[in-house]
C-alpha cells in the first residue's frame, strides 16, 4: 500500500508488456492498485494468495515489508505473513525451473524470503540486483547534478 518501489515497477514493468502479478494480504494490496497498470501494454493481476501469482513465473520479486509503517496492525504478526507470504524453495517449484528471485533491499531476513534462498547464487540476483542500484542512483544524481557522463 505504501511502496513506491510497487507502484514504479508496475508502471514500468507493464509498459514494456510484461505481465505482472501482485501478491498479498488484502490490507497491503488494496484495489486501487489495479489502476497503476490500465492502459499498460502489459497486464497487471491481483491476487491475494501467492501460489496464484507465482505459477509458471520466470521472476519472483519480494519487496521489503515496511515494519515502521505497521502501527496500524495491517498483519496478525511477521511469522503468519512469511507462512503466507514469504519466499521459500518449496515455493518456488510451482515457477519456471530457471526462475531467478530479486529483491530491492533491505531485506528482512525470514520475512519476505527465507534467508537461505536470499544467499543461493542458482536462484537470487539480489546482491547484484542492489549493487547495481546503488550505481545507477549514484549515476543519476551525478548527471542531473550538472556532471558530465
Known amino acids: 500500500m505504501h511502496s513506491r518501489v510497487a507502484r514504479s515497477n508496475i508502471w514500468s514493468l507493464t509498459a514494456a508488456g510484461a505481465e505482472v502479478h501482485l501478491a ?26 501467492l501460489e ?7 521472476f519472483v520479486m519480494t519487496l521489503r515489508l515496511q515494519k515502521e509503517r505497521m ?6 504478526s511477521l511469522r503468519e505473513y512469511h507462512a503466507l507470504y514469504g519466499i521459500t524453495r518449496d515455493r518456488l ?6 526462475v ?4 530491492p533491499g533491505p531485506v528482512n531476513r ?13 536462484f537470487s540476483l539480489i546482491s547484484q540486483q542492489v549493487t547495481s542500484g546503488v550505481a545507477v542512483r ?11 557522463v
Open 52 to 58: 496464484p501469482a507465482l505459477v509458471d513465473a520466470d
Open 93 to 98: 517449484k510451482i515457477c519456471q525451473p530457471d
Open 71 to 76: 502501527s496500524q496492525h495491517l498483519l496478525p
Open 24 to 49: 498479498g494480504p488484502p490490507t497491503l494490496l488494496p484495489l486501487f492498485f489495479a489502476e497503476c497498470g490500465k492502459g499498460r501494454a502489459g497486464k497487471l493481476f491481483l491476487h491475494w494468495d
Open 110 to 122: 525470514g520475512v519476505e524470503i527465507s534467508s537461505d534462498l536470499m544467499d543461493d547464487p542458482q
Open 138 to 148: 549514484m549515476a543519476l544524481l551525478y548527471s542531473i547534478g550538472g556532471g558530465k
Open 100 to 103: 531467478k528471485v530479486l529483491h
